[in-house]
């Protein structure tokens, strides 16, 4: 798999006006047939979605399709479908995340791409910043063992995050909540295949400096084998609750959000402000 090269720099995405069964493509150098191809059979395939646009040279193998402000991929045939995200085990990067939120900077990340629209009805947009995705049962959240988690800050108010070690938006919300006036709950999950990371987060004799050391990509100092079957809680919680991303920020009262958001958000958020 190829490195992720910014938008800004270059890129082969097309702009498609789907009507009917015909497609309109936007005149481009950087149009290659292969988008044109795969473009023309999503409209037939996939009438009810409205793609903006087409990239196959972005990822080595797929096609990255983007319908307004969602993103799946294809293959070049355009006859798989594949909804989720892409990572990059050499750069340790999250594709989709990192496409998304260029794409849209204030909608979620946490969860990779929807699905595209295959019936009658509208196709579901990305989130605002200011909704609240979910609510959980805060007795549930104030249940899950204190083994499975690493607290930090004195705050008033508290946030749980269920978080991935090496997910890059988990590391960019752990900085920004670093600097500010609340109580934060990290409880590990492994998405990414990071369960080892977590354990040697959960065992160490200072946990607090292991988490740095976990998304700084370090080694972490522990101290040997230790109870993780709060990780395997943590684990079950998210499964249960639909939380198949990283971050995900649960408020005392159970109101949820996935995804990164910046720090003028989670100040209204943390208070209760932003709904």
């Given at each position: 798999?190829?490195k992720?090269t910014?938008?800004a720099?270059?890129?082969a995405a097309?702009?498609i ?18 988008d ?18 087409v990239?196959?040279?972005r990822?080595?193998?797929?096609c990255?399709v983007?319908?307004?402000?969602n993103?799946?991929?294809v293959?070049?045939g355009a006859?798989?479908?594949?909804i ?19 794409m ?5 990340v ?5 699905a595209?629209?295959?019936?009658q ?10 909704q609240?995705?979910a609510?959980?049962?805060?007795a549930?959240l ?11 800050g004195?705050g008033?108010?508290?946030l ?39 354990e040697?987060?959960?065992c160490s004799?200072?946990k ?28 079950a ?10 971050p995900?920020i ?13 720090r ?6 943390i ?5």
């Amino acid at each position: 798999m190829k490195k992720f090269t910014p938008l800004a720099k270059t890129t082969a995405a097309i702009a498609i006006l789907a009507a009917g069964s015909g497609v309109a493509l936007a005149a481009s150098a950087l149009v290659s047939p292969t988008d044109t191809n795969v473009a023309k059979a999503l409209a037939e395939r996939l009438p009810k979605t409205e793609i903006t646009a087409v990239d196959c040279a972005r990822i080595d193998g797929v096609c990255e399709v983007q319908a307004k402000k969602n993103l799946f991929y294809v293959d070049e045939g355009a006859r798989y479908l594949i909804i989720g995200r892409v990572y990059d085990m050499e750069t340790k990067q999250d594709l989709t995340a990192a496409r998304l939120l260029e794409m849209n900077p204030d909608m979620l990340v946490g969860g990779g791409g929807a699905a595209p629209n295959t019936d009658q009805h509208t196709p579901k947009q990305g989130a605002k910043a200011s909704q609240i995705d979910a609510q959980v049962d805060p007795a549930a959240l104030a249940a899950l063992p204190k083994i499975g988690a690493v607290t930090r800050g004195r705050g008033s108010r508290t946030l749980t995050v269920f978080s991935d070690f090496r997910c890059g938006y988990c590391k960019r919300l752990h900085e920004t909540l670093e600097t500010l006036d609340v109580k934060v709950v990290e409880r590990p999950i492994s998405v990414l295949g990071t369960r080892p990371i977590s354990e040697a987060v959960i065992c160490s004799p200072d946990k607090k400096r292991a988490v740095n050391q976990a998304y700084d990509g370090g080694s972490i100092t522990t101290g040997g084998d230790c109870d993780t079957s709060g990780l395997d809680a943590n684990e079950a919680f998210a499964r249960q609750h639909g939380f198949t991303g990283t971050p995900v920020i649960v408020r005392e009262d159970g109101a949820v959000v996935h995804g990164y958001r910046p720090r003028e958000f989670l100040e209204n958020w943390i208070k209760g402000n932003a709904s």
